[in-house]
């Protein structure tokens, strides 16, 4: 009966211990089931919850030199520093006076400046008045600009006849010939804007023609009318026409002007003998993306000195003609707190300069490309 009792205890105890064992199996069996499925079905929540969150900055260098060293402070960007016109000026170091200065030379400029003069006291002054020029007398007004103040009364200056024109006229035009100065006079009477295009010899209008057709200079375009003109006779006779009050002054020689007239023989003395050429030749420059804006007038010996540079230096401009009368004077006063001529705008630096060497030395400096000492390698 012994016997019998204990083998029976032995089955009860391995039973329960296969029992045990097939538990833990099944438990172990469930772990390794029921734990993947509940990671799966987490992941589409946790994915909806990222895809709302707010999107995660790429990590940099430097964010793992700070996470690294806690006292790593980053280093801060500079901020561009902008120059203002002034300080842009003062930057360039310019010997010349850039304070304007009216009626005023400097003694190193006295025989260009008297050279520059030669054309106009040859062409007869030819220039100096718009179309129409006129005098009054009205009460003064410090708003307005005036030729001449008296107490409580100023001479005011101003034109009959000048149409004006919407848009700047466009002049392909060489400083240095006769017939280009002949156009330019009627331009200035009429006080016209136009966008002057150097053509010097060697220049850009030159390089790129070599492969085309040359245009003839003068060359005349009116984006207003659509008209354009290559002979001399037929834009004095299109401008006045168009502008002015359709006679052609006798100081651009009427309507019958040749080679050989008076305004013509005079103008090629000016220009070629009396200045030497000046102005016709290029010279290596970096020409501004934006156009620079030129008050002038074409009379001026102080305002051809300017328009000689810019020739050189092939750099295209819009020139605003000031003759006496013209009511771009009171524009510039309006601008400016004054009239003085030449007076320079350059819109790539937010420049203003009105003093004509200044304004040369401006060009040179800025624009101007200095030729190599160092010929050869």
């Known amino acids: ?17 296969l029992s045990v064992l097939a538990f833990s199996s099944a438990v172990i069996v469930l772990e390794l089931l029921v734990l993947p499925c509940r990671t799966t079905l987490a992941r589409p ?17 430097l964010d793992t030199i700070a996470n690294a060293n806690p006292f790593f402070v980053p280093p801060q960007k500079p901020e561009v520093e902008r120059l203002t016109s002034k300080d842009f000026l003062d930057s360039l170091n310019l010997k010349s006076n850039t304070e304007p200065k009216p009626f005023s030379a400097e003694p190193s400029q006295l025989p260009s400046l008297i050279s520059a003069a030669l054309p106009t006291l040859l062409r007869g002054g030819s220039g100096v008045f718009a179309e129409g020029h006129r005098l009054s007398i009205v009460a003064k007004n410090t708003s307005q600009y005036s030729v001449l103040t008296v107490g409580n009364f100023q001479v005011l200056e101003s034109s009959s006849s000048i149409r004006g024109a919407q848009q700047p006229l466009i002049l392909y035009d060489v400083e240095n010939r006769a017939d280009c100065r002949l156009i330019r006079e009627a331009l200035c009477m009429l006080s016209l804007p136009v966008s002057i295009v150097p053509c010097p010899k060697g220049g850009t209008q030159e390089r790129d023609q070599q492969n085309h057709a040359p245009r003839p ?11 354009t003109l290559s002979k001399r006779n037929d834009m004095l006779r299109y401008l006045f026409t168009t502008y002015g009050t359709g006679q052609i002054p006798w100081t651009l020689g009427g309507q019958q002007n040749n080679d050989r007239s008076i305004p013509m023989w005079t103008a090629r003395v000016g220009v070629v003998w009396g200045r030497g050429g000046a102005g016709g030749t290029a010279r290596p420059s970096a020409p501004p993306s934006q156009p620079l804006t030129l008050w002038t007038y074409e009379s001026s010996p ?11 230096l092939d750099i295209p401009y819009i020139s605003v003609s000031c003759p006496r009368g013209s009511p771009n004077r009171q524009r510039l006063f309006e601008l400016t707190g ?10 790539n630096n937010g420049v203003t300069l009105f003093e004509s060497k200044a304004i040369c030395e401006y060009l040179e400096t800025v624009y101007g490309i200095r030729p190599s000492p160092v010929k050869y390698l």
């Not at 102080?302 to 050189?312: D, W």
């Open 1 to 17: 009966m012994k016997r019998r009792s204990n083998t029976s205890m032995a089955r009860r105890q391995v039973a329960s211990c």
């Open 45 to 61: 929540q946790q994915t909806v919850l990222v895809a709302f969150a707010a999107p995660k900055r790429k990590t940099t260098f």
């Open 217 to 227: 200079v003068p060359y005349l375009s009116d984006p207003n009318t659509g008209i």
């Open 302 to 312: 102080f305002c051809t000195l300017v328009r000689e540079t810019l020739g050189e």
């Open 338 to 347: 004054r009239f003085q001529a030449p007076c320079l705008q350059d819109p």
